[in-house]
């Protein structure tokens, strides 16, 4: 079994998040894709991100009808701050040693992933799934410490949509997965600041999870908090 693992904020989810999860378990066949919200921060003040379970509710209004996408209540149900590490090794745990886990990611945060906890050690449990986040090019991965060299000229062809995918061994038997992807124009930043501000949100959510958004009338308070980006 081909897994794939989607983790984030979604605070809240949007059509960008939904588009990647379907575009990943197609260009992979995968035979599941798990969006899995995070939890409430321990150590934010409260109003940082909406309700954990508000979030994962939105996330099963928005994947509800595509197939092999599930939401995962995973890391809700810690009552800690909880580490990928954590996440992949449980996963590993329940689906068993026959199942591939792909963690995907958006390039912009895979250029910190040197900073995260045990970061060798998850490169070796599953595959990483890197997804381009403009402005940001994938030539900037040769500077990423944790990586093997990589090829400059190999970059440079998936930057420029050239190549739809390159496929980079790790130690351990796992992959590095580059993924072209046409660019998809939505940010819960400024999703939140639209709500904030009764902007028009032009179609940048599913119906139903702007249904819900307004039924409980999230991220509409004139005093809302910065928030993290989902």
Not at 14 to 35: E, K, Y
Not at 155 to 180: K, N, Y
Not at 184 to 199: G, K, P, Q, V, Y
Request: net charge neutral; glycine share 6%.
């Amino acid at each position: 079994m081909k897994i794939g693992l989607f983790g984030g904020t979604f605070d809240p989810v949007h059509r960008c998040h939904v588009a990647v999860a379907s575009q990943m378990r197609d260009r992979l066949h995968l035979d599941r894709v798990l969006l899995i919200p995070s939890g409430d921060p321990p150590h934010k003040p409260p109003g940082t991100l909406a309700p954990a379970f508000h979030r994962l509710e939105m996330v099963r209004r928005a994947i509800a009808g595509e197939a092999c996408l599930e939401a995962s209540e995973l890391e809700i149900q810690r009552p800690a701050k909880s580490y990928s590490i954590e996440t992949v090794r449980t996963l590993k745990e329940q689906y068993g040693p026959g199942a591939e886990l792909f963690f995907l990611i958006g390039l912009d945060a895979f250029l910190e992933f040197h900073t995260w906890k045990d970061a060798p050690m998850l490169l070796r449990l599953c595959h990483f799934v890197v997804v381009p986040r403009p402005p940001g090019r994938y030539a900037a991965l040769t500077a990423l410490p944790v990586l093997p060299a990589l090829d400059p000229a190999a970059l440079a062809h998936i930057d420029s949509l050239e190549q739809g995918q390159l496929d980079i061994p790790l130690p351990g038997g796992t992959r590095l997965i580059l993924l072209a992807l046409p660019p998809c124009e939505a940010s819960a930043t400024d999703i939140r600041r639209r709500l904030r501000e009764r902007l028009p949100l032009s179609n940048l959510l599913p119906a139903s999870v702007e249904s819900y958004i307004m039924q409980h009338r999230l991220y509409q308070e004139a005093s809302d908090r910065t928030r993290v980006e989902g």
